[in-house]
C-alpha cells in the first residue's frame, strides 16, 4: 500500500524558513513523480512544486520560483521542499502526492496518492 508522510511544518516569522520532507513508501517512488501542494482556509488546493526522479526534473508554481526548492534523498524515498523567504500568504496545510502518470504535474486531479500534510504558519 502506498503511504506518504509528511513532516516539518510548523510556525515561523515572515522571512523566516521551513524545509518540508514527504517519506514514501509502497510506492515505485524510482520512476514516479512527487509533488507539493497547499491548500489555505477558503481556498482551492494549489499545486507548488513537483520532481521528476528520472531526470531530476522540476517545476514551479510562479509564487514560490526562486524561494522554494523541491528535492530528494541519494535513496529517492524522501522527497524535501525547502521554503526560504517565507511570506504570511505562504501559511497553509502542505501535501505531498504523488501521480499515477509518469510526468509532472501541478494538478490536483492529476495525483493519485495523498499525505494527510503538515501545517505551515507565517506570522508577519
Known amino acids: 500500500q502506498v503511504q506518504l508522510e509528511e513532516s516539518g511544518g510548523g510556525s515561523v516569522q515572515a522571512g523566516g524558513s521551513l524545509r518540508l520532507s514527504c517519506a514514501t513508501s509502497?510506492?515505485?517512488?524510482?520512476?514516479?513523480?512527487v509533488a507539493w501542494f497547499r491548500q489555505a482556509p477558503g481556498k482551492e488546493r494549489e499545486g507548488v512544486a513537483c520532481?521528476?526522479?528520472?531526470?531530476?526534473?522540476?517545476s514551479y508554481v510562479d509564487s514560490v520560483k526562486g524561494r522554494f526548492t523541491i528535492s530528494q534523498d541519494n535513496t529517492k524515498t524522501t522527497v524535501y521542499l525547502q521554503m526560504n523567504s517565507l511570506k504570511p500568504e505562504d501559511s497553509a496545510m502542505y501535501y505531498c502526492?504523488?501521480?499515477?502518470?509518469?510526468?509532472?504535474?501541478?494538478?490536483?486531479?492529476?495525483?493519485?496518492?495523498w499525505g494527510k500534510g503538515t501545517l505551515v504558519t507565517i506570522s508577519s
Open positions: 520532481i521528476q526522479r528520472s531526470n531530476a526534473l522540476t
Open positions: 502526492a504523488a501521480t499515477s502518470g509518469g510526468s509532472c504535474s501541478l494538478t490536483s486531479a492529476d495525483m493519485r496518492y
Open positions: 509502497g510506492y515505485s517512488y524510482g520512476s514516479r513523480p
